[in-house]
């Protein structure tokens, strides 16, 4: 069952340039869409979501872009920071039952100093 | 800042034991959630709690799992009898309405049958 896939398990970029990370999903009846960061020892953190009405939401240098026709959104961070290597999970929520979230497998991304 | 508090961080138990995981959820918080994540695997939910009910829950939440709020701030999770196959780090998470997604998250409770 893989309703939320991240096709790359790894993401490398220098400081101060764009991080793409992406998601595709399966179940066109997800609703609501989700990122979280990961630090390792640490639980999932919430980072930024999206409704399926809207096509982008921005929240400072994290932009989540959504093509419903292409059942994929993406995450970019720019410009991107040290601070920001992490492993990103995309996640998704049906709108049926509300509060279960369908996680992808995470990127795991580096940012270069 | 508020946080979701879980205990301990590391379980280590035989298998066939029973073994609780404990959870502070953040406290105006009404949505509760266990997740887990096998070592390597994506995050996987198991179950969802409102209303000192389940409100949701997964195939993996079979009948070997059991959630409680015993005291109204506590909220755990009960295996009853551990696989190997139960090893994971197992997340608890609450929100503070219903609708809102945005769960946050404790650090994790690592699970370790032997």
């Known amino acids: 069952d893989q309703q939320v896939k991240q096709n790359s398990p790894s993401l490398s970029v220098q400081e101060g340039r764009i991080s793409i990370l992406n998601c595709d999903y399966t179940?066109?009846?997800?609703?609501?869409f989700l990122w979280y960061k990961k630090y390792p020892a640490e639980g999932p953190t919430f980072l930024i979501s999206?409704?399926?009405?809207?096509d982008k939401n921005e929240d400072g240098r994290f932009t989540v872009f959504l093509n419903k026709s292409a059942k994929h959104l993406s995450l970019h961070i720019v410009p991107s920071q040290p601070g920001d290597s992490a492993v990103y999970f995309c996640?998704?929520?049906?709108?049926?039952?509300?509060?279960?979230?369908?996680f992808g497998t995470g990127t795991k991304l580096q940012v270069i100093p | 800042e508020p946080e979701v508090t879980q205990t301990p961080s590391h379980q280590v138990t035989q298998m066939g034991q029973e073994v609780i995981l404990r959870c502070v959820p953040i406290?105006?918080?009404?949505?509760f959630y266990w997740y887990r994540q096998i070592l390597g695997q994506k995050v996987e939910f198991l179950v969802s709690?409102?209303?000192?009910?389940?409100?949701?829950k997964s195939e993996i939440f079979d009948d070997q799992f059991s959630v409680e709020r015993p005291d109204g701030s506590n909220f755990t999770l009960k295996i009853r009898s551990t696989k190997l196959e139960d090893s994971a780090m197992y997340f608890c998470?609450?929100?503070?309405?219903?609708?809102?997604?945005?769960?946050?998250f404790g650090q994790g409770t690592r699970l370790t049958v032997v």
């Open positions: 998470a609450s929100s503070e309405r219903v609708g809102v997604t945005e769960a946050f």
């Open positions: 179940n066109s009846m997800f609703d609501y």
């Open positions: 999206i409704s399926s009405i809207k």
């Open positions: 996640a998704a929520r049906g709108s049926g039952g509300y509060q279960k979230v369908t």
């Open positions: 406290s105006n918080h009404l949505y």
């Open positions: 709690f409102y209303n000192n009910e389940i409100s949701e």
